[in-house]
Protein backbone atom coordinates (compact mmCIF):
# COMPACT_ATOMS: atom_id res chain seq x y z
CA UNK A 1 0.00 0.00 0.00
CA UNK A 2 0.76 3.76 -0.67
CA UNK A 3 -0.22 7.45 -0.31
CA UNK A 4 -1.66 9.25 -3.03
CA UNK A 5 -4.11 11.35 -4.53
CA UNK A 6 -7.01 9.50 -6.29
CA UNK A 7 -9.41 11.34 -8.45
CA UNK A 8 -12.87 9.56 -9.00
CA UNK A 9 -16.06 10.03 -10.75
CA UNK A 10 -19.05 8.40 -9.61
CA UNK A 11 -22.76 9.03 -8.84
CA UNK A 12 -21.65 10.83 -5.81
CA UNK A 13 -19.35 13.29 -8.19
CA UNK A 14 -15.96 14.57 -8.90
CA UNK A 15 -13.75 13.68 -6.19
CA UNK A 16 -10.13 13.93 -5.46
CA UNK A 17 -8.98 12.44 -2.48
CA UNK A 18 -5.75 11.63 -0.66
CA UNK A 19 -5.63 7.74 0.47
CA UNK A 20 -4.12 4.55 0.78
CA UNK A 21 -3.76 2.86 -2.84
CA UNK A 22 -3.08 -0.57 -3.59
CA UNK A 23 0.46 -1.45 -5.42
CA UNK A 24 -1.34 -3.90 -7.09
CA UNK A 25 -3.85 -1.26 -8.84
CA UNK A 26 -1.32 0.41 -10.38
CA UNK A 27 -0.99 0.99 -14.21
CA UNK A 28 1.39 -1.27 -16.34
CA UNK A 29 4.10 0.03 -17.38
CA UNK A 30 7.89 -1.82 -17.61
CA UNK A 31 9.69 0.91 -15.15
CA UNK A 32 7.77 0.72 -11.41
CA UNK A 33 9.24 4.67 -9.20
CA UNK A 34 9.30 5.36 -6.10
CA UNK A 35 8.00 8.91 -6.08
CA UNK A 36 10.27 11.49 -4.35
CA UNK A 37 8.55 15.06 -5.13
CA UNK A 38 5.99 16.11 -7.69
CA UNK A 39 4.69 19.42 -7.99
CA UNK A 40 1.40 21.18 -8.49
CA UNK A 41 0.62 22.72 -12.21
CA UNK A 42 -2.13 24.52 -13.54
CA UNK A 43 -2.93 21.38 -15.13
CA UNK A 44 -3.01 19.58 -12.29
CA UNK A 45 -5.07 21.69 -10.55
CA UNK A 46 -7.57 21.81 -13.56
CA UNK A 47 -7.97 17.59 -12.83
CA UNK A 48 -7.59 17.75 -8.98
CA UNK A 49 -10.86 21.12 -8.77
CA UNK A 50 -12.56 18.97 -12.06
CA UNK A 51 -12.23 22.72 -13.18
CA UNK A 52 -11.25 21.69 -16.17
CA UNK A 53 -11.53 18.39 -18.52
CA UNK A 54 -7.90 17.04 -17.80
CA UNK A 55 -8.85 13.77 -16.39
CA UNK A 56 -9.86 11.22 -19.43
CA UNK A 57 -9.57 7.30 -17.19
CA UNK A 58 -11.21 7.34 -13.49
CA UNK A 59 -9.71 6.23 -11.32
CA UNK A 60 -6.96 8.56 -11.80
CA UNK A 61 -3.75 9.29 -9.84
CA UNK A 62 -3.17 13.28 -11.23
CA UNK A 63 0.74 14.73 -11.51
CA UNK A 64 2.13 14.94 -14.41
CA UNK A 65 5.37 16.12 -12.39
CA UNK A 66 7.67 13.64 -11.10
CA UNK A 67 10.94 12.71 -9.61
CA UNK A 68 11.73 9.21 -8.04
CA UNK A 69 14.32 6.21 -8.32
CA UNK A 70 13.39 2.85 -9.65
CA UNK A 71 12.60 0.54 -8.21
CA UNK A 72 12.06 -2.31 -10.64
CA UNK A 73 12.80 -1.81 -14.62
CA UNK A 74 12.51 -4.24 -17.53
CA UNK A 75 13.34 -1.28 -19.61
CA UNK A 76 16.89 -1.23 -21.35
CA UNK A 77 17.51 2.52 -20.49
CA UNK A 78 17.07 1.95 -16.20
CA UNK A 79 17.99 0.16 -14.14
CA UNK A 80 16.98 -0.49 -10.22
CA UNK A 81 18.46 2.52 -7.70
CA UNK A 82 18.41 5.01 -10.86
CA UNK A 83 17.03 8.61 -10.43
CA UNK A 84 14.09 9.47 -13.15
CA UNK A 85 12.52 12.62 -14.10
CA UNK A 86 8.90 12.42 -15.72
CA UNK A 87 7.08 15.68 -17.50
CA UNK A 88 4.05 14.67 -19.30
CA UNK A 89 3.32 12.62 -22.00
CA UNK A 90 -0.28 12.35 -20.53
CA UNK A 91 0.58 11.21 -17.56
CA UNK A 92 -1.87 12.27 -14.59
CA UNK A 93 -4.46 12.68 -17.54
CA UNK A 94 -4.68 8.89 -18.65
CA UNK A 95 -2.05 7.11 -16.93
CA UNK A 96 -1.63 7.71 -13.51
CA UNK A 97 0.91 10.44 -12.19
CA UNK A 98 3.04 11.79 -9.80
CA UNK A 99 1.49 12.95 -6.89
CA UNK A 100 1.84 9.36 -5.16
CA UNK A 101 4.34 7.50 -3.63
CA UNK A 102 4.77 4.99 -6.45
CA UNK A 103 4.09 5.12 -10.22
CA UNK A 104 4.24 2.60 -12.65
CA UNK A 105 5.58 4.27 -15.98
CA UNK A 106 6.25 3.64 -19.87
CA UNK A 107 10.07 3.69 -19.96
CA UNK A 108 10.18 5.75 -22.81
CA UNK A 109 8.68 8.50 -20.76
CA UNK A 110 11.49 9.00 -18.73
CA UNK A 111 14.86 10.32 -18.84
CA UNK A 112 17.24 10.01 -15.95
CA UNK A 113 17.83 13.22 -13.30
CA UNK A 114 19.14 15.88 -15.43
CA UNK A 115 22.64 16.41 -13.61
CA UNK A 116 23.21 19.76 -11.83
CA UNK A 117 19.63 19.24 -10.07
CA UNK A 118 18.59 17.22 -6.80
CA UNK A 119 14.85 16.53 -6.86
CA UNK A 120 13.45 19.07 -5.50
CA UNK A 121 15.20 21.34 -7.68
CA UNK A 122 14.11 19.70 -10.39
CA UNK A 123 10.60 19.75 -9.25
CA UNK A 124 10.59 23.31 -8.80
CA UNK A 125 10.83 23.43 -12.35
CA UNK A 126 8.72 20.81 -13.25
CA UNK A 127 6.40 20.85 -16.25
CA UNK A 128 6.30 24.71 -16.05
CA UNK A 129 9.70 25.49 -15.97
CA UNK A 130 10.56 22.95 -18.90
CA UNK A 131 8.15 24.47 -20.76
CA UNK A 132 9.13 28.03 -20.30
CA UNK A 133 12.64 27.48 -21.41
CA UNK A 134 10.91 25.71 -24.35
CA UNK A 135 9.59 29.32 -24.72
CA UNK A 136 13.38 30.74 -24.94
CA UNK A 137 14.64 27.80 -27.40
CA UNK A 138 11.58 28.93 -29.52
CA UNK A 139 12.51 32.56 -29.48
CA UNK A 140 16.38 31.49 -30.34
CA UNK A 141 15.30 29.50 -32.80
CA UNK A 142 13.58 32.24 -34.52
CA UNK A 143 16.27 34.52 -34.16
CA UNK A 144 15.66 36.97 -31.25
CA UNK A 145 18.98 37.39 -29.32
CA UNK A 146 19.94 39.65 -26.35
CA UNK A 147 19.36 43.31 -27.18
CA UNK A 148 17.29 42.93 -30.06
CA UNK A 149 14.48 45.04 -27.78
CA UNK A 150 12.36 43.97 -25.08
CA UNK A 151 11.00 41.06 -24.04
CA UNK A 152 7.46 40.31 -22.69
CA UNK A 153 6.00 37.47 -20.30
CA UNK A 154 2.50 37.39 -18.94
CA UNK A 155 1.54 35.27 -15.96
CA UNK A 156 4.60 36.37 -14.65
CA UNK A 157 4.19 35.37 -10.95
CA UNK A 158 2.90 31.88 -11.77
CA UNK A 159 5.32 29.38 -12.74
CA UNK A 160 5.80 29.47 -16.05
CA UNK A 161 5.76 33.64 -15.99
CA UNK A 162 8.68 33.08 -13.25
CA UNK A 163 10.98 30.37 -14.68
CA UNK A 164 10.91 32.40 -17.81
CA UNK A 165 11.99 35.26 -16.61
CA UNK A 166 14.81 34.74 -14.84
CA UNK A 167 16.22 32.26 -17.49
CA UNK A 168 15.64 35.30 -19.31
CA UNK A 169 17.16 37.80 -17.40
CA UNK A 170 20.39 35.43 -16.72
CA UNK A 171 20.49 35.11 -20.48
CA UNK A 172 20.99 39.27 -21.05
CA UNK A 173 17.48 39.60 -22.13
CA UNK A 174 15.35 42.91 -21.29
CA UNK A 175 12.38 41.72 -19.38
CA UNK A 176 9.30 43.25 -18.95
CA UNK A 177 6.90 41.04 -16.66
CA UNK A 178 2.94 41.91 -16.96
CA UNK A 179 0.94 40.47 -14.26
CA UNK A 180 -2.44 40.51 -12.22
CA UNK A 181 -0.55 41.06 -8.79
CA UNK A 182 1.38 44.34 -8.89
CA UNK A 183 2.10 43.96 -4.84
CA UNK A 184 4.59 41.07 -6.24
CA UNK A 185 6.62 44.10 -7.97
CA UNK A 186 9.63 42.87 -5.56
CA UNK A 187 9.49 39.67 -6.17
CA UNK A 188 9.10 39.91 -10.26
CA UNK A 189 12.22 42.51 -10.03
CA UNK A 190 14.27 40.08 -7.87
CA UNK A 191 13.92 37.77 -10.51
CA UNK A 192 15.51 39.92 -13.61
CA UNK A 193 12.18 41.96 -14.53
CA UNK A 194 13.65 45.61 -15.83
CA UNK A 195 9.52 46.55 -15.55
CA UNK A 196 6.24 45.09 -14.52
CA UNK A 197 3.20 46.11 -15.90
CA UNK A 198 -0.32 45.61 -14.74
CA UNK A 199 -2.14 42.64 -16.55
CA UNK A 200 -5.21 44.88 -16.97
CA UNK A 201 -3.35 46.92 -19.42
CA UNK A 202 -3.65 43.63 -22.35
CA UNK A 203 -6.61 41.91 -21.26
CA UNK A 204 -9.33 44.12 -23.03
CA UNK A 205 -10.39 43.81 -26.55
CA UNK A 206 -7.32 45.70 -28.65
CA UNK A 207 -7.23 47.02 -32.21
CA UNK A 208 -5.44 44.70 -34.89
CA UNK A 209 -2.61 46.69 -34.48
CA UNK A 210 -0.33 48.40 -31.90
CA UNK A 211 2.98 50.44 -31.76
CA UNK A 212 5.67 48.20 -31.82
CA UNK A 213 7.01 47.12 -28.60
CA UNK A 214 8.13 43.85 -28.54
CA UNK A 215 10.85 41.87 -29.35
CA UNK A 216 9.62 38.95 -28.52
CA UNK A 217 7.00 37.34 -26.16
CA UNK A 218 6.36 34.40 -23.98
CA UNK A 219 2.52 33.87 -23.49
CA UNK A 220 0.97 31.99 -20.79
CA UNK A 221 -2.68 33.49 -20.56
CA UNK A 222 -4.14 33.52 -23.91
CA UNK A 223 -7.36 35.11 -25.17
CA UNK A 224 -7.26 39.36 -25.33
CA UNK A 225 -3.65 39.08 -24.08
CA UNK A 226 -2.21 36.98 -26.91
CA UNK A 227 -3.73 39.17 -29.34
CA UNK A 228 -2.94 42.64 -28.03
CA UNK A 229 0.96 40.61 -27.62
CA UNK A 230 1.35 39.72 -31.53
CA UNK A 231 -0.38 43.59 -32.65
CA UNK A 232 2.04 45.03 -30.57
CA UNK A 233 5.27 43.22 -31.30
CA UNK A 234 7.77 44.40 -33.47
CA UNK A 235 8.13 43.69 -37.60
CA UNK A 236 9.51 40.17 -37.09
CA UNK A 237 8.75 39.45 -33.58
CA UNK A 238 8.35 36.23 -32.21
CA UNK A 239 5.16 35.40 -29.44
CA UNK A 240 5.23 31.91 -28.08
CA UNK A 241 2.09 30.88 -26.71
CA UNK A 242 2.05 28.19 -24.32
CA UNK A 243 -1.04 28.58 -21.86
CA UNK A 244 -4.56 29.52 -21.66
CA UNK A 245 -4.85 31.05 -18.01
CA UNK A 246 -7.43 33.72 -19.48
CA UNK A 247 -9.06 31.43 -22.04
CA UNK A 248 -8.83 29.20 -25.14
CA UNK A 249 -10.21 31.78 -28.00
CA UNK A 250 -7.39 33.72 -29.69
CA UNK A 251 -8.97 36.96 -31.11
CA UNK A 252 -6.61 37.97 -33.43
CA UNK A 253 -6.49 39.34 -36.90
CA UNK A 254 -4.01 38.25 -39.63
CA UNK A 255 -2.78 41.87 -39.63
CA UNK A 256 0.48 41.24 -37.40
CA UNK A 257 1.26 38.53 -39.37
CA UNK A 258 1.26 39.14 -42.75
CA UNK A 259 2.15 43.35 -42.19
CA UNK A 260 4.58 42.84 -40.14
CA UNK A 261 5.70 39.62 -40.42
CA UNK A 262 5.31 38.50 -36.36
CA UNK A 263 5.77 34.75 -36.09
CA UNK A 264 3.39 32.83 -33.74
CA UNK A 265 5.47 30.05 -32.27
CA UNK A 266 3.21 27.29 -30.20
CA UNK A 267 4.30 25.33 -27.30
CA UNK A 268 3.32 21.85 -26.99
CA UNK A 269 5.74 20.24 -23.52
CA UNK A 270 3.47 17.09 -23.29
CA UNK A 271 4.16 15.36 -26.47
CA UNK A 272 7.43 16.78 -27.19
CA UNK A 273 10.24 14.11 -28.52
CA UNK A 274 12.47 13.10 -25.71
CA UNK A 275 15.57 14.92 -27.90
CA UNK A 276 13.71 18.60 -27.27
CA UNK A 277 13.39 17.31 -23.46
CA UNK A 278 17.17 16.31 -22.64
CA UNK A 279 18.04 19.83 -24.29
CA UNK A 280 15.81 21.74 -22.47
CA UNK A 281 16.93 20.66 -19.17
CA UNK A 282 20.49 20.51 -19.98
CA UNK A 283 19.70 24.43 -21.17
CA UNK A 284 17.91 25.07 -17.32
CA UNK A 285 20.79 23.71 -16.14
CA UNK A 286 22.89 26.17 -17.85
CA UNK A 287 21.25 28.90 -18.50
CA UNK A 288 19.31 29.25 -15.07
CA UNK A 289 20.81 30.68 -11.87
CA UNK A 290 19.64 27.64 -9.29
CA UNK A 291 19.51 30.26 -6.68
CA UNK A 292 16.64 31.53 -8.19
CA UNK A 293 14.83 28.22 -7.90
CA UNK A 294 14.84 28.81 -3.74
CA UNK A 295 12.88 31.99 -4.36
CA UNK A 296 10.34 30.41 -6.78
CA UNK A 297 9.68 27.13 -5.12
CA UNK A 298 8.50 26.17 -2.03
CA UNK A 299 8.07 22.59 -0.80
CA UNK A 300 4.39 20.81 0.56
CA UNK A 301 3.54 17.65 1.91
CA UNK A 302 1.03 15.50 0.33
CA UNK A 303 -1.81 16.66 2.86
CA UNK A 304 -1.46 20.25 1.51
CA UNK A 305 -2.08 19.62 -2.30
CA UNK A 306 -6.05 19.39 -2.62
CA UNK A 307 -6.58 22.63 -1.30
CA UNK A 308 -3.69 24.70 -3.26
CA UNK A 309 -5.09 23.35 -6.30
CA UNK A 310 -7.91 25.69 -5.54
CA UNK A 311 -5.54 28.41 -4.76
CA UNK A 312 -3.77 27.79 -7.80
CA UNK A 313 -6.91 28.22 -10.30
CA UNK A 314 -7.32 31.57 -8.39
CA UNK A 315 -4.55 32.88 -8.88
CA UNK A 316 -3.03 33.26 -5.59
CA UNK A 317 -0.17 30.71 -5.91
CA UNK A 318 3.36 32.81 -6.27
CA UNK A 319 5.92 30.60 -8.11
CA UNK A 320 6.07 27.12 -7.62
CA UNK A 321 4.99 24.46 -5.17
CA UNK A 322 7.16 21.53 -5.02
CA UNK A 323 5.42 18.28 -3.32
CA UNK A 324 7.30 15.79 -1.00
CA UNK A 325 5.53 12.81 -1.69
CA UNK A 326 6.84 10.90 1.23
P1 LIG B 1 0.20 29.17 -12.72
O1 LIG B 1 -1.16 29.09 -12.15
O2 LIG B 1 1.38 28.94 -11.87
O3 LIG B 1 0.39 30.60 -13.42
C1 LIG B 1 -0.59 31.17 -14.23
C2 LIG B 1 -0.54 32.66 -14.04
O4 LIG B 1 -1.36 33.29 -15.03
C3 LIG B 1 -1.12 33.13 -12.71
O5 LIG B 1 -0.19 33.04 -11.66
C4 LIG B 1 -1.46 34.58 -13.04
O6 LIG B 1 -0.24 35.34 -13.02
C5 LIG B 1 -1.91 34.48 -14.50
N1 LIG B 1 -3.37 34.41 -14.63
C6 LIG B 1 -4.22 33.57 -13.98
N2 LIG B 1 -5.48 33.78 -14.35
C7 LIG B 1 -5.44 34.79 -15.24
C8 LIG B 1 -6.44 35.47 -16.01
N3 LIG B 1 -7.74 35.15 -15.89
N4 LIG B 1 -6.05 36.44 -16.83
C9 LIG B 1 -4.73 36.77 -16.96
N5 LIG B 1 -3.74 36.17 -16.28
C10 LIG B 1 -4.10 35.18 -15.44
O7 LIG B 1 0.21 28.16 -13.97
P2 LIG B 1 1.46 27.61 -14.82
O8 LIG B 1 2.50 28.64 -14.87
O9 LIG B 1 1.76 26.24 -14.36
O10 LIG B 1 0.76 27.50 -16.25
C11 LIG B 1 0.41 28.67 -16.96
C12 LIG B 1 -0.34 28.31 -18.22
O11 LIG B 1 0.51 27.61 -19.11
C13 LIG B 1 -1.56 27.44 -17.99
O12 LIG B 1 -2.58 27.84 -18.87
C14 LIG B 1 -1.05 26.06 -18.36
O13 LIG B 1 -2.08 25.22 -18.76
C15 LIG B 1 -0.10 26.38 -19.48
N6 LIG B 1 0.93 25.38 -19.65
C16 LIG B 1 1.07 24.84 -20.89
C17 LIG B 1 2.04 23.93 -21.16
C18 LIG B 1 2.21 23.43 -22.54
O14 LIG B 1 2.76 22.36 -22.73
N7 LIG B 1 1.75 24.17 -23.53
C19 LIG B 1 2.91 23.43 -20.09
C20 LIG B 1 2.76 24.13 -18.81
C21 LIG B 1 1.77 25.05 -18.62
P3 LIG B 1 -0.23 36.84 -12.49
O15 LIG B 1 -0.90 36.83 -11.15
O16 LIG B 1 1.22 37.19 -12.45
O17 LIG B 1 -0.99 37.67 -13.51
Redesign the pocket.
Known amino acids: MFSGILIGKDDGGYHAKLQRIDESLLPEGDVLVRVSHSTI???D??AITGQGPVVRKFPMVPGVDLVGQVEHSSHTAFKQGDWVLLN?WGVGETHWGGLAQMARLNGDWLIPLPAGFTPQQAMSLG??GY?AMLCVMALERHGVKPGDGEIVV????????SVAIAILSQLGYAVV?????TD?TDYLVGLGAKEVLP?AQF?QPGKPLGKERWAGAVD????H?LANLCATTRYGGVVTA??????MDFPSTVAPFILRGVTLAG????MRPTADRLEAWSRLAMDLDLKQLGTIGREVPLTEVIPLATE??Q?R??G?IVVDVN
Open positions: NYKALGTATTGAAGGVGAVTGRERSVVGSTCGLAAGIDSVLLGVKR
